[in-house]
């Protein structure tokens, strides 16, 4: 890698967020749904679409809402008609990208403002359960003869992480315990579950062993969108303006069969990417709250160990010893995250941004960490175990 | 920051690349780009790698999980961008002029030989709910109606679409890869698919991969001792309800033309710009587009075509390689297709017809139904 220049001519905040409901079966179209988020976040930042120069969307397959070139479908309710809009995506991680990628639009100085959305809507896609559209991620010669199940290839990886790190279905059932109560903060959650148990979720349905349907987030409609501005327009827009301090993303290659499933390598080394650029060195001390990406309990702890905020096998016990509580010593998933508030692909990521500029700005009502917090993390994964992006923001 | 083209690289431009698989297009394409950029390794030296694709072109949802490993990125910043080959450009552009990467590659592969259902996955492009009842048979039937406005407004004529192929298939006999030129081909006897356009009013598809080096001025001399600066890199959408946008006007890509050559400061495209390739996936397409960036007024390209100002050694060359027309469109390879030609003539590595080899601008759109246009400004 060349030498990079850290010193940038632009700094980049967040100034307004905004976030539709979550839920298995919304009736709004894709098109609206964008739209709801995006006035929702133009309406905390006190603008309106005349001021946004440029548009970033995000939403992961086509197959999902059943268009084909999404971008330029969801460009009208994403307020970006008679813009320069472009449409990004990094499979289930591209919420977090969508925020990245606004970052240079900004950071380029060649947008001011602009209006990042995110947009998923599932309960269009294959019948009888959007899970089939993952029949056609394969690799079409050698995987998809097989016609494997996504689940199928995730309880390989929990798996082989309760092996490796010696951690109980118990252990692990705690993390979707936290995060559906979690979620009864949450004026979008789909999941609120306030008097779930480790036994509930140890009782669920079997999916394919050892993942159970509370291990696991649910399908989900949803949008959300965050505003970026460069310094001199934040400081306009905002007294509390949430800065992007770092931005980080890797691919790893795409034949997973080779991977370490125990470890999200990809993740660690996106990691390192924007701590660099945030200049930290020792995540579990400098980051105060982290959003995650939980679309399964174990991933929570897979990503905690992937970002440094635990060591090796390490989060587990954290989350015994309730470290990772709202009112712990280092909050995970406030919101809810993906298991209680849902999982609207794309729209799932930047609600995690959206989380950490709440919270950060000390918005998150009910769902407020108890501890001062000064820098917060969000994290998504997807393609095929594959993808980490990671933005670390701070006041 | 200036941003500059290190390296460029092809493969295939045929209607049926049967040999090698879209993965193995896209490590040749690599392959030739690296090598292009001074034997560049992309392990070691490269920041970022961007690839341009749609998940129903390739038959697969989540395709950008394909990216890393044949240019060289597993393990480093990939991402992908749902849009043309020259939006990823512009994407690039800004990565580098953020300070944060130094050499950033571009990708875009195509194999629309491999899709039985093409006309029905262009379709599945419309609104669900307004376009897509109306179970349009043919989609270049959209085209066709963009045409007739097109024309009606601005009193083109069959002749001067006439004019348009003949100059596309004449300047792509010149050009090796331009598999589909055919001079002498006779438009008026080829059979009409939507009136107006004919069969040969309409590009054909064809398999292609393209790979582009994009670096800093900090960084670029280590690459190549002869970079090609773009200067100027911006998009338009302009709406999404087909039956609300202008049937008549590309708006998009005078949108993106404006943005592109204010970044450049070119004030007068006219008399700035030395040559360009633009979009002509439909012939009418040609003179919307060079309205639609300035290079002729509103209304006039018409005239300026049937006088041979567009020609090869013409005032202001359009589409030297012939375009789309002759090359065919290997769907979003297609701007970065007009981008690796129009660099290669800047360098001087195809001898062209064109007096003004310095400034050159490069458009791209998508195709029916979509209302996105890509402009970048290039400078030797």
């Known amino acids: ?395 | 920051m200036r941003v500059g083209i290190a390296g460029v690289g092809w493969f295939g431009f045929q209607p049926e690349v049967v040999d090698y698989s879209f993965r193995e297009m896209m490590f040749k394409a690599a392959q030739r780009a690296y090598e292009d950029a001074g034997g560049l390794d992309p392990r070691k030296d490269v920041d970022a790698f961007v690839s341009c694709q749609e998940d129903f072109w390739e038959g697969i949802a989540i395709s950008d999980e394909f990216a890393p490993d044949p240019v060289g990125g597993a393990m480093k910043s990939v991402y992908t961008v749902a849009g043309d080959g020259l939006q990823c450009v512009g994407q690039a552009y800004m990565m580098i002029k953020s300070g944060l990467f130094d050499v950033v590659v571009v990708e875009s592969h195509a194999k629309p030989s491999d899709i039985i259902t093409l006309n029905d996955v262009m379709l599945f492009a419309t609104d669900p709910i307004s376009i897509r009842p109306l179970d349009i048979g043919n989609a270049h039937a959209l085209a066709a109606l963009e045409a007739r406005a097109y024309m009606h407004k601005y009193g083109v004529t069959e002749e001067h679409l006439e004019a348009v192929v003949e100059k596309a298939h004449r300047a792509g006999a010149k050009n090796p890869r331009a598999v589909y030129a055919s001079p002498g081909r006779s438009r008026s006897s080829s059979p009409v698919v939507a009136d107006p356009l004919r069969d040969a009013d309409i590009a054909k598809f064809v398999d292609a991969a393209v790979v582009v080096v994009l670096a800093s001025d900090r960084v670029i001399r280590d690459y190549t001792d002869a970079p090609v600066w773009v200067d100027g890199a911006w998009w338009s959408t302009e709406i999404s309800s087909l039956e609300l946008h202008d049937w008549s006007f590309p708006v998009h890509a005078r949108e993106a033309a404006d943005g592109a050559y204010a970044q450049a400061k070119i004030t007068d495209p006219a008399k700035e710009v030395g040559f360009a390739e633009v979009d002509n996936r439909y012939s009418f397409k040609e003179l919307q587009h060079v309205e639609a960036l300035r290079l002729a007024p509103v209304g006039a390209a018409k005239d300026l075509m049937a006088d041979g100002a567009f020609c090869p050694g013409g005032r202001l060359p359009v589409n030297l390689s012939g375009g789309a027309l002759a090359e065919g469109v290997p769907f979003e390879v297609h701007g970065l297709a007009r981008l690796s030609y129009a660099v290669a003539v800047m360098r001087g590595d195809i001898k062209a017809q064109v007096d003004r080899r310095e400034v050159a601008v490069i458009h791209s759109w998508r195709g029916v139904p979509t209302t996105t246009s890509v402009v970048v400004v290039l400078r030797t």
């Open chain 1, 1 to 395: 890698m060349t030498s990079r220049n850290l010193n940038f001519k632009h700094r980049v905040a967040v100034v307004g967020a905004g976030l539709t409901l979550f839920r298995s079966r919304l009736q709004e179209t894709p098109q609206e749904l964008a739209w709801l988020a995006a006035r929702q976040a133009l309406d905390e930042a006190g603008l309106t679409l005349k001021d946004i120069d440029c548009v970033v969307i995000g939403s992961a397959p086509d197959t999902f809402d059943g268009v084909h070139m999404k971008g330029e479908y969801l460009a009208e309710g994403a307020g970006g008609i008679h813009k320069p809009t472009v449409r990004v995506f990094v499979g289930g991680a591209t919420g977090v990208f969508v925020p990245i990628a606004a970052w240079w639009h900004v950071a380029s100085g060649l947008c001011k403002r602009v209006l990042a959305v995110a947009e998923e809507k599932m309960s269009h896609a294959a019948k009888p359960h959007p899970q089939y559209v993952f029949r056609y991620i394969w690799d079409p010669i050698v995987e998809k003869p097989l016609n494997p199940n996504l689940i199928w290839i995730f309880a390989m990886e929990m798996h082989r992480y309760m092996y490796k790190c010696n951690v109980k279905k118990e252990d692990i059932a705690l993390v979707s315990v936290k995060n559906k109560r979690n979620a009864c903060g949450h004026p979008s959650a789909q999941l609120c579950m306030p008097n779930i148990t480790v036994d509930d979720v140890l009782k669920s349905e079997v999916l394919v062993w050892p993942v159970q349907l509370y291990d696991i987030s649910p399908t989900s409609d949803g949008a959300a969108a965050v505003v970026l501005a460069s310094e001199e327009e934040a400081r306009r827009i905002t007294d509390t303006p949430v800065w992007i301090k770092g931005i980080g993303w890797t691919l790893d290659t795409t034949h997973w069969t080779n991977r370490d499933l125990a470890f999200p390598e990809y993740v660690r080394r996106a990691a390192e990417m924007a701590y660099r650029m945030a200049g930290i060195d020792n995540p579990r001390k400098q980051i105060d709250v982290a959003e995650p990406y939980d679309p399964f309990d174990y991933k929570e702890l897979h990503h905690m160990e992937g970002l440094g905020l635990a060591r090796k096998c390490e989060a587990p016990v954290l989350t015994r010893e309730g470290v990772t509580q709202r009112d712990g010593d280092l909050p995970i998933n406030p919101s809810g995250g993906l298991l209680g508030v849902g999982n609207p692909i794309a729209a799932a990521g930047l609600m995690k941004v959206a989380e950490i500029f709440w919270q950060l700005r000390g918005e998150a009502g009910a769902r407020q960490v108890k501890k001062p917090v000064y820098t917060g993390l969000a994290q998504a994964w997807g393609d095929l175990m594959q993808a980490g992006t990671v933005i670390v923001m701070g006041i």
